[in-house]
C-alpha cells in the first residue's frame, strides 16, 4: 500500500502541472478578467423598493379638466338598495265562464231558423249552414268548410275570400285549400259581430270569393225557455 500512495500522488501532481499548462496556453485566465469586465452592472432599478402605503381616495371621479374642476366629484360608492315591491298585476280572465250555456234544443232551434233563411235565398248561388262552436268564436277561431261545398265552389289554391254582413260590411280572410277552412281574419270577423257558441251562421257564395253572411242568434230564442242559467 506504501508503494502505490507515492504513486498515485505523483500522477495527480502531474495531471494537476498538465491542466495548468493547457490554461496557460489557452490564455483562459486573461478571458475570464475579460469576461468580468464586459458584464454590465445591475441596474439598481431591479431591486426591490420597498411599496409606499397608498392613500384610499375613494371612488370618485378623476376630473382632469380646469373648466370642471371646481365641480362637486360624483361619487361612485355602492349604495344599498331598498326593495320596493312592485303592485301584482291583476289579469282578467277571458270570458269563458261568463258566456251563456245554450241547450241543445236552443243549437237546434239557432239550426232550424238558418235553414228555413236559406230556403228563401236565391236558389243560384250556392250556399250552407255552418252552427258555430266554442271553439270558432271564443278560442283557435279555426272555421272547417264543408268539404263537399269547398271542392265544388272554391278554389283549389289558397285564396283570399271576402264576407259580407247584412250590413255590407266586408272582411278580408284567408282561405286554406287543403284544409278547407277560414284561418287569418275569420277572428276578427266573429269578435266585431259578437258570435257567440250556439249560433248559427249562413254563407252565400255570391261571387267566386265573395260569401254573403246571416247571422241567426241562438240568444234570440228566449221564448222557448232554452237558454239555461249559469251554474252556481
Known amino acids: 500500500m506504501a508503494a ?19 490554461m496557460q496556453e489557452l490564455n483562459l485566465a486573461a478571458l475570464s478578467q475579460t469576461l468580468k469586465k464586459s458584464c454590465p452592472k445591475p441596474s439598481p432599478s431591479k431591486y426591490c423598493k420597498p411599496k409606499t402605503p397608498r392613500i384610499d381616495m375613494g371612488l370618485v ?4 379638466s380646469s373648466r ?8 361612485y360608492k355602492e349604495v344599498k338598495y331598498e326593495y320596493m315591491e312592485m303592485p301584482r298585476r291583476i289579469y282578467k280572465r277571458r270570458a269563458l265562464l261568463d258566456r251563456s250555456h245554450i241547450s241543445d234544443g236552443a243549437r237546434t232551434k239557432a239550426i232550424e231558423r238558418a235553414e228555413v233563411l236559406q230556403s ?8 250552407f249552414v255552418k252552427p258555430m262552436l266554442h271553439s270558432h268564436v271564443k278560442v283557435g277561431f279555426w272555421l272547417g268548410l264543408p ?28 282561405f286554406l285549400a287543403q284544409k278547407t277552412g277560414l284561418s287569418a281574419g275569420w277572428r276578427g270577423f266573429a269578435i266585431d259581430h259578437e258570435l257567440n257558441d250556439g249560433d248559427a251562421v249562413v254563407f252565400q257564395l255570391v261571387k267566386p270569393l265573395k260569401f254573403k253572411v246571416y247571422i241567426i ?9 232554452e237558454v239555461i242559467d249559469e251554474p252556481h
Do not use: H, W
Not at 371621479?61 to 382632469?64: A, H, M, S, T
Not at 228563401?120 to 250556399?127: A, D, R, T, V
Open 147 to 174: 268539404v263537399g261545398f269547398c271542392k265544388s265552389n272554391l278554389p283549389k289554391n289558397d285564396a283570399i275570400i271576402t264576407l259580407e254582413d247584412e250590413d255590407c260590411n266586408e272582411f278580408q280572410t284567408n
Open 61 to 64: 371621479e378623476v376630473r382632469r
Open 4 to 22: 502505490v500512495e507515492p504513486a498515485y500522488e505523483e500522477f495527480r501532481k502531474q495531471r494537476l502541472e498538465e491542466n495548468r499548462r493547457r
Open 120 to 127: 228563401n235565398l236565391e236558389p243560384i248561388y250556392p250556399s
Open 68 to 75: 370642471v374642476a371646481a365641480m362637486p366629484a360624483a361619487s
Open 217 to 225: 242568434r241562438a240568444m234570440e230564442q228566449k221564448d222557448s225557455n
